[in-house]
């Protein structure tokens, strides 16, 4: 079994970012925090409702996530667990059979030190990784 400290948040794609957090406000949850992520190239807005934070995700054109939101739409997209050690997660997941998407880049958007990774599992979709 991978080791997860838990789940930091699920990530939800979206085309507008305050028609959609408006409807998850209207749901009952609350801002917390976001911003623009110049790595990922997309604005970011954590919305949180009892202790679960939805991710929402509005990539520009030129993302790597852009394709995406075009097959998808507005949908969850992934789901990002939190981890003690980045890399060796990163390795037991490849070691599963996972393809590493995104290696390992600063997650400005979480905090100054945040680091993610994303890989891709046949059976569960995207998965991303966080060192806080
Ligand atoms: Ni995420």
Known sequence: MINMK???HIGFLAKNLEKTAKDFESMG???NGGGFDPIQKAEILFMNMDGVNVELVVPSEDSEVYPLLKKYRNAPYHICYEVE???QAIEEFVKQGYALFRPAVKAVAISETARVAFLMGRNVGM???VEL
């Open 127 to 129: 998965v991303e990784l």
């Open 6 to 8: 838990k789940i930091h």
């Open 29 to 31: 949850y609350e801002r």
């Open 85 to 87: 050690n980045l890399e």
